[in-house]
């Protein structure tokens, strides 16, 4: 099953990293998770045991917090939403097609 995420949830510090945190457990315990996420920072999160426990494999795509100010900034001026521009990365779009395309 494939986790898609627009914040690395860990560590887990907030409600909404402790409810993806929480279905995420229950579900890998019936189902192989691969968890494919969102991150402003430039170095990959360390594994740790409590999401070793959880998920098979985690993707990790670096988008910098300069392109999602300016993107939100650009999407001002139009109809879409703020949060679509703040997350949109063409990096995350493709590693989810890829994905996809080798299950």
Sequence with gaps: MLVLSSRYPYPVRGGDKLRLHEICKA???????????????????????????????????????????????IALASREPLQVAYYRSAEYKNKLKNLLNDK
């Design 27 to 73: 579900l890998s315990r019936h189902y192989s998770l691969t968890l494919l996420s969102l991150s402003h920072s430039r170095k990959n999160p360390a594994p740790s045991d409590e999401n070793a426990e959880i998920f098979d494999d985690i993707i990790v795509v670096h988008l910098p917090l300069y392109q999602s100010c300016l993107r939100s900034l």
